[in-house]
């Protein structure tokens, strides 16, 4: 069971109780091996806190309280005339160090975004180095989201800044009961979730409680359901699970795999990507956290999590190299949707791999695979819309040409929305698909993007600006623009200053381009440096290969799947409006060349779809003003640009 907190009190109890029974009941709480740190330093807090308290006749003290989505817990929160205090102690500390401060912003700030009880409060993070020096009493500055900005503290300077507070700020009641219970509903990056959920969390915990954390719940259960039927009765199953970008669908197949490994251990459940940077991201995440919590090098850490999260390609080559059956009994496979075609992977496996034999599509091949079983396994395809982005992917087609032609025998799941045009269904296929037997399952369609948890009609608005609807994306981007900010900009150094400006605590931004934007090189973003993208992503802001410093750009191919909380993104002119209507081009030797081939003019139209749903909070678009002496890069090629997304409602900064 998940508690709230290991202790709570009114402040006046709290005060008049032994150290030795509240040290008791937080002992009990912890539920591990107590490390005698930890022991000092809550004997340290409760004599602390019970000697600056003492005078307060009113107030709730909460020690160690739940931050599921962050997997960790806040040393103290007091509720104090309806303000929040989050306290966070550093014992036998002299000095405030950035990360510590970051630490505890980054807990009131997820109070504030994602505890219902503490949305419409003021929150004051405190930061309490035991050993330091008394300086000058900081002053309050507070967010326009009543978040201040974090206070650091010596213990005697407590009490007073906590009187001075009460004077400043007008009082409200708030029940300390009804606060704590009334419940957290985060949105986790797709990292935290995977740590979280690799933790033994349930799925239940790290989610929002509203329609779209139920509509992952039923999801996740109808996957189950399938799997035991499967092997209850000696099936060969597939579904195919739809989803919204940002809805759910990675979640969904981590819960899954890590359910299936971890409580029935004869499946050998594993999660399987062709997306490199997700899967490279995700594995040293977990591995970080894995060496960790569990005291092992990060090289054990790391073998560990191989087996939970894996290359799809990996998979491929190994099945390759025996006749016997997949050591795994359920496999996902994220991004299923990406899949090479016949022809493509065909090529690759004769040139690069050297299989001159191979003729089959990436898709036959892997239900081909798991078609080894002699008794039962199951298939889980995550599908996204619009997501196509590189040569040779094949939508959804080649699983159920495959499936029509060479395994009739199968259960077919699918989800209601299948035949969207956002996943990739190809017209002429549906005599052909009709002779194959599928039941359409609603809770396989997931339809509330989970990823901005302030604006999830993001993607809508994304869509209509790429498909060319001003007055819809108008429209749409009137119903989000209080919650997320979408702005405008043709000075670059403005973009980087507001998406610094935006980002609190450990907040992470960035830059990000398509692949295609190679004539933004004069303005330094250069597309074509790779990434290392585990440090891109996961190291913190004093390395300066990560998103932070913003001199390395990631590319559709980097971030897909992945998020950052502020992003900016650089547009150039392989994506341009010009006369009324997007334009397609491919910078190729000297000049730009125009996209004809309706198959790249998608690549690129979704590239950009990519880029504009990477942001959790917030979105900067850089276009630049061109160089009338470069021919590669006139004004004309992004003025019109600019000026139609000023159209479809977007500010100016």
């Not at 306290?87 to 807990?107: C, L, M, P, T």
């Given at each position: ?587 190729r030797g000297t000049s730009w060349q125009g996209v ?55 500010k100016v900064i």
């Open positions: 069971m998940l508690h709230i907190a290991y202790y709570s009190s009114p402040i006046s109890r709290f005060c008049s109780t032994n150290a030795a029974e509240i040290l008791g009941q937080l002992t009990e709480k912890h539920g591990f091996a107590l490390e005698i740190q930890q022991r000092i330093a809550w004997q340290e807090q409760i004599r602390l806190l019970q000697r600056s308290l003492r005078d307060l006749k009113e107030g709730a003290i909460y020690f160690e309280f739940s931050i599921p989505r962050m997997g960790k817990r806040a040393d103290v929160v007091l509720i104090i005339s309806g303000i929040i205090f989050v306290v966070e102690f550093k014992v036998g500390a002299s000095d405030y160090d950035r990360a510590a401060i970051n630490q505890v912003h980054d807990y009131a700030l997820d109070l504030k975004n994602f505890h219902k009880g503490s949305h419409s409060t003021y929150i004051i993070p405190i930061l309490i180095a035991t050993n330091s020096t008394s300086r000058k009493l900081p002053s309050l500055e507070l967010a326009n989201d009543l978040v201040a900005t974090p206070i650091c503290l010596t213990p005697d300077e407590l009490m007073e800044f906590i009187s001075s507070t009460l004077q400043e700020l007008p009082y409200a009641k708030i029940d300390p009961d009804k606060w704590s219970q009334s419940g957290y509903h985060p949105t986790p990056t797709i990292i935290e979730a995977a740590q979280a959920l690799y933790r033994d969390h349930q799925v239940e915990e790290i989610t929002r409680a509203d329609a779209s954390a139920h509509n992952l719940t039923v999801t996740t259960n109808k996957i189950s359901q399938i799997i035991e039927d499967s092997k209850k009765n000696n099936k060969k199953s597939i579904c195919f699970v739809t989803g919204v970008p940002g809805a759910g669908k990675t979640l969904a197949g981590l819960n899954i795999a890590t359910v299936r490994a971890k409580e029935h251990n004869d499946e050998h459940a594993v999660f399987l990507s062709g997306n490199g940077p997700l899967v490279e991201v995700l594995r040293e995440a977990l591995a970080r956290d894995e060496s960790i919590r569990e005291g092992i090098p990060k090289k054990d850490a790391h073998r560990k999590v191989a087996s939970f999260i894996q290359n799809i390609h990996h998979f491929r080559d190994e099945a390759l190299k025996t006749e016997h059956a997949p050591y795994e009994k359920v496999v996902i496979f994220d991004e299923a949707q990406r899949a090479w075609g016949k022809e493509q992977a065909s090529k690759f496996m004769q040139q690069k791999r050297g299989y001159p034999d191979f003729n089959m599509s990436e898709p036959a091949f892997l239900i081909g695979a798991m078609n080894r079983h002699h008794d039962w396994c199951t298939i889980v395809c995550l599908i996204g819309g619009g997501q196509e982005i590189n040569t040779g992917e094949a939508g959804i087609s080649e699983w159920l040409i495959a499936l029509k032609e060479q395994y009739r025998d199968w259960n077919i799941y699918v989800s209601n929305r299948l035949n969207d045009k956002d996943y990739f269904w190809d017209p002429e296929l549906s005599e052909s698909i009709s002779q194959i037997t599928c039941k359409y399952e609603p809770e396989l369609h997931l339809s509330v993007s989970m990823r901005s948890f302030r604006a999830d009609a993001l993607s809508e608005f994304a869509s209509y600006v790429i498909d060319n609807q001003p007055e819809r994306a108008r429209e749409a981007y009137l119903r989000i623009s209080d919650r997320y900010p979408i702005v405008l900009t043709r000075d670059l150094g403005a973009a980087k200053a507001w998406a610094r400006t935006q980002a609190r605590g450990t907040e992470r931004y960035g830059i990000v381009a398509s692949s295609g934007a190679i004539r933004l090189r004069p303005d330094g973003i250069n597309v074509k440096d790779k990434i290392d993208a585990s440090v891109w992503f996961l190291n913190d802001q004093s390395d300066i290969r990560t998103s932070f410093y913003m001199e390395e750009v990631a590319t559709e191919f980097d971030v897909q799947g992945l998020e950052l909380d502020w992003i900016v993104i650089g547009w150039d002119a392989d994506f341009r409006y010009k006369d009324g209507s997007w334009n397609h081009y491919n910078f004809h081939q309706i198959q790249r003019q998608l690549y690129l139209k979704n590239a950009y779809r990519v880029l504009f749903t990477r942001a959790r909070q917030g979105v900067v678009i850089y276009i630049p003003k061109g160089d009338a002496s470069d021919h590669t890069r006139p004004p004309e090629f992004y003025d019109e640009t600019f000026n139609y997304l000023k159209a479809c409602g977007i």
